[in-house]
């Protein structure tokens, strides 16, 4: 660094201290919380160390949820898996195939078809609630992974990222693919794909974390318990209407909640910093 | 846009296109004509009677006490949680540029909130603000102040702004880190020669320098705060105490789902439209500027 | 106006590298001294340090007569001017000159005053409002070089300032760094990989080679007597013929028996094994010449060619003619070379040996 005052170098890591407990905060009152039984849950204030209840409460929250309204958390947390994974892949395989249409393609319309895309950023699900809702009803896909997804499923995030990326790979591979005699699928499996691996590394990160953590579209969609995402099952569990929120079981389903999207981005954290900042631009 | 070494095929792009389009026309500008449509018309619940209203709606709307209640209430909220959010986060981004010891570990710790749902936020810090058993409820009774945020609008208020804010600083602090390790070292060195001090240098170089990257950020902000707030409010307050959290995505919801109210809904629906397209517009209008060098 | 004196400077990183070993230079008021070498040799580093950009990890760096190890760049009162111009992109051309002034609270006439008299000497006082993306490469150097000048500092460092330019512009503006610095009289750290723009630019020059100064002196010195063999090869181009022989009476012959032999200056003890280096420029076509050149390839250049071939005892020269070469591949042409111009290094340690 430019000048050597270790004044300012212990001020920054003072402020970097705070800020990281500001942030880390809630995460640390909830795994305590986590690990108690009901009766300390009633005491003021939460705890602020760990209990021994941990193992009891989260077998507790996944085999048998928490009563009445709450069906238990293992099942929704395998709905939460498979709305996350499906939108991830779904989305990357069709914006790919989108953005190799429009980037590597003349035909009529084309700019046409990329107008329509551009136009869906400005349109987020919030905009449309009760007209897409009724469709999806009127399509029979309520409670169904199918009605979960597939309205998410086209976005113009990522087809504009593929479609970025692929006006970088340089002309002479398509045309030394081309003389090579490869086709245009062919073309795409074996020497774009390829080459796009990080892009869609990244993209899958944020798609996954995307779908895991919707809550809007699967409140309106699931009707039916067996469909319940564990994000979405969280408010029902702390707005319980009959009785008083059995806050250690909540707290065991947050953290159910939050695990698995916190462990893509910290296992993948690299990747998915690239692809977010690519991505806006 | 194109590249000069294109594949022929004549079914092969629509068919590639199919996907993507079809559910695009579908699920998006079906229901948003529908929206349209649905705005300038009054239909009871049941779907018996019709009638072509022009912009009553919208004039209900506009007129309705609660509706522009929300409106400012959303103005507040997304604002001041937009300025918490990116001060913060660029205080934090610029002091993980200077260290070079542990900046990997503090990166990592203050990005991992990008992974929580906003409902979960809700719910997490709901839980530490709790009246009975919070233990930041608990501080701030010990300090005197009554906090009771089922029962007191500005506190619930208060409440959101802060999960929200704390939501947003992980995202905004990833682009301010990147933006600031994209300013040339060499400027920087150039302006300590050129006797600024680190506090100066900010303000007189890093800061402008930054413009691009704030600016993109602030309405990156506004437009997250205004939808993804949906699961923190609906969590957290249910749009209460006696709607002084009702924000307006969450009174779209609200209207179309348990009130009932299709036309209102519908009209509240495209005035959010609208303000979605201007700031997009905004957006890609600015971006034509961004690169200084 | 200032001197400046390296006292067994050195600089090791935290990991162990020594990326600068004991450097002693001392600079005189007004001169343009020149860092030269090959890219990591510690000639970036070593300006760094007398810029405060980087610590000093043994040593002493003094600006006239003063230690200034513990100093921040701002306040040793010098100036830089870095490969890549480094200039503040969302100020305008009179802004960037302007800065380092007004962060020192200069009057604002007396900023204005400087500003101006600068551009009027850089040509730039009709791109004063324009803001650097907008001004080509040689415009946005100039701009940097403005930035320096009107701070008048103790001293001007230049970083590879020319290697960003191209070839033709490179020539043009070397010529008007030099003479600027003629007319202010302010001296000069230079540092460069260009060995042209080192000879032409410096009072003196200082070659590095792996954090070392292999030499330090004029440019007449350093071509005419260079210290080692790196500095006799790095300098001059084609580069110096360097051939393994052995020490005779009175001579020296380049490789075994039957190889020819060069008389020198000085007699020398007989036997001893040495390296030979011989300039291409320096082999005079001379029919009675002791080498005899077997041609195996000619490049014509137009003004000059050179001649590519084999002495006997299987030594490879090349030699510098002037005009069109007049021989082809398969002929021989006879040489010869004056004893000044035959340099002798000692095997073991790279080190000449006074012939």
Request: aromatic share 10%; charged share 15%; proline share 5%.
């Amino acid at each position: 660094m430019v000048e050597r005052r270790p004044l300012l170098i212990f001020f920054a890591h003072a402020v970097l201290i705070t800020g990281v407990a500001f942030i880390c905060l809630p995460l640390w009152i909830t795994l305590v919380a986590s690990s108690h039984d009901l009766p300390r849950m009633f005491q003021a204030p939460a705890p602020l160390w760990f209990g021994d209840h941990m193992l009891e409460n989260y077998r507790t929250v996944l085999e048998r949820g928490l009563g009445a309204n709450a069906p238990p958390v293992g099942p929704m947390l395998v709905n939460s898996l498979i709305m996350a994974l499906i939108i991830a892949i779904g989305k990357i395989t069709i914006s790919m195939l989108s953005a190799y249409a429009i980037v590597y393609f003349r035909f009529p319309f084309r700019m046409g078809f990329f107008w329509l895309i551009f136009i869906t950023l400005m349109l987020p699900v919030e905009v449309r609630i009760l007209p897409t809702f009724k469709v999806v009803s009127d399509l029979g896909m309520l409670d169904s992974y199918g009605g979960l997804t597939i309205p998410l499923i086209a976005s113009a995030t990522a087809t504009f990222l593929f479609r970025q990326f692929f006006l970088t790979v340089p002309e002479e591979l398509a045309e030394a693919a081309r003389i090579d005699g490869a086709g245009p699928l062919r073309f795409f499996r074996d020497i774009l794909l390829p080459l796009s691996k990080t892009n869609i590394a990244a993209l899958f990160v944020i798609q996954f974390i995307y779908g895991w953590n919707q809550y809007l579209w699967p409140l309106i969609v699931s009707t039916n318990e067996s469909y319940y995402t564990v994000v979405m099952g969280i408010s029902r569990m702390v707005n319980a209407v009959d009785t008083a929120p059995q806050w250690n079981l909540v707290m065991a389903t947050a953290m159910l909640a939050l695990i698995p999207p916190v462990i893509v981005v910290l296992a993948m954290q690299r990747l998915f910093v690239k692809g977010l900042v690519e991505s806006e631009k | 846009m194109i590249k000069r070494a294109t594949f022929q095929g004549r079914a092969l792009p629509y068919a590639l296109l199919l996907p993507q389009i079809a559910i695009t026309l579908v699920f998006f500008f079906w229901p948003a004509g529908q929206a349209l449509v649905q705005s300038v018309l009054l239909e009871d619940a049941f779907g018996l009677s019709t009638k072509f209203v022009w912009l009553d709606n919208f004039e209900r709307v506009f007129s309705d006490a609660y509706y522009l209640n929300s409106m400012r209430l959303t103005a507040v909220f997304t604002v001041t949680s937009c300025v918490i959010a990116m001060a913060v986060s660029l205080l934090l981004a610029t002091m993980a540029d200077r260290v070079i010891r542990g900046a990997g570990v503090y990166k990592t710790l203050l990005i991992w909130p990008y992974a929580v749902a906003p409902a979960l936020a809700g719910v997490l810090w709901g839980f530490m603000f709790n009246p009975t058993i919070g233990v930041l409820a608990y501080v701030l009774e010990a300090v005197g102040i009554k906090w009771n945020f089922y029962v007191n609008g500005d506190q619930a208020l208060f409440l959101i702004t802060l999960a929200a804010a704390w939501m947003q600083v992980s995202y905004n602090f990833i682009f301010f880190l990147a933006g600031l390790q994209a300013i040339p070292r060499s400027v920087i060195e150039a302006a300590a020669i050129d006797g600024a001090g680190p506090f100066k240098r900010f303000w007189t170089i890093i800061f402008p320098l930054l413009s691009p990257t704030t600016f993109f950020l602030f309405v990156l902000n506004i437009v997250h705060l205004f939808f993804d707030s949906f699961g923190i409010v609906h969590a957290l307050t249910g749009g209460g105490p006696g709607r002084s959290t009702e924000i307006l995505v969450f009174k779209v919801w609200s209207d179309s789902f348990r009130a009932l109210d299709l036309g209102g809904s519908a009209a509240q629906s495209v005035v959010l439209m609208a303000i979605v397209i201007a700031l997009t517009v905004m957006q890609f209008r600015y971006i034509e500027r961004r690169v200084h060098y | 106006m200032a001197t400046i004196d390296l006292v067994e400077v050195r600089k090791i990183y935290p990991n162990g590298v020594e990326a600068v070993k004991g450097i002693d230079l001392a600079v005189a008021d007004g001169e343009l001294i020149v860092l030269l070498g090959p890219s990591g040799c510690g000639k970036s580093t070593l300006l760094r340090m007398v810029a405060g950009l980087e610590t000093v990890t043994k040593g002493e760096v003094r600006i006239d007569g003063a230690r200034v190890n513990d100093q921040e760049p701002a306040a040793r009162d010098i100036a830089m001017v870095f490969q890549n111009y480094a200039l503040y992109p969302h100020m305008r051309v009179y802004d960037n000159m302007a800065y380092g002034l007004r962060n020192r609270r200069m009057p604002r006439p007396e900023i204005d005053r400087r500003v101006r008299a600068a551009a009027e000497t850089l040509g730039l006082s009709t791109l004063l409002d324009r803001k650097p993306r907008q001004l080509s490469g040689g415009q946005r150097q100039r701009v940097a070089m403005g930035r320096a000048i009107v701070r008048e500092p103790k001293a001007f460092l230049f970083d590879e300032p020319l290697s960003n330019l191209d070839a033709k512009l490179r020539g043009q503006v070397r010529v008007e760094i030099k003479r600027l610095q003629r007319r202010l009289g302010t001296t000069s750290l230079y540092v460069t990989h260009d060995q042209v723009e080192a000879m032409t630019l410096a009072d003196r020059l200082v070659v590095m080679n792996q954090g070392a100064a292999e030499q330090i002196g004029t440019p007449d010195e350093i071509y005419s007597r260079p210290a080692t063999l790196f500095v006799a090869g790095f300098i001059g181009a084609p580069a110096m013929n360097i051939v393994d022989g052995t020490m005779e009476k009175g001579s020296v012959r380049l490789g075994g028996a039957g190889a020819p032999t060069l008389p020198l200056e000085r007699a020398q003890a007989a036997g001893r094994a040495v390296k030979i280096g011989l300039r291409p420029e320096h082999l005079v076509p001379d029919p009675a010449g002791p080498l005899a050149l077997a041609i195996d390839l000619v490049e014509n250049l137009g003004a000059d060619a050179l001649l590519y071939g084999r002495v006997p005892g299987g030594a490879s020269l090349v030699v510098r003619v002037e005009g069109a070469a007049l021989h082809k591949a398969g002929e021989t042409l006879r040489f010869a070379v004056l004893p000044r111009n035959v340099h002798l290094f000692e095997p073991k340690n790279a080190r000449r040996i006074a012939a």
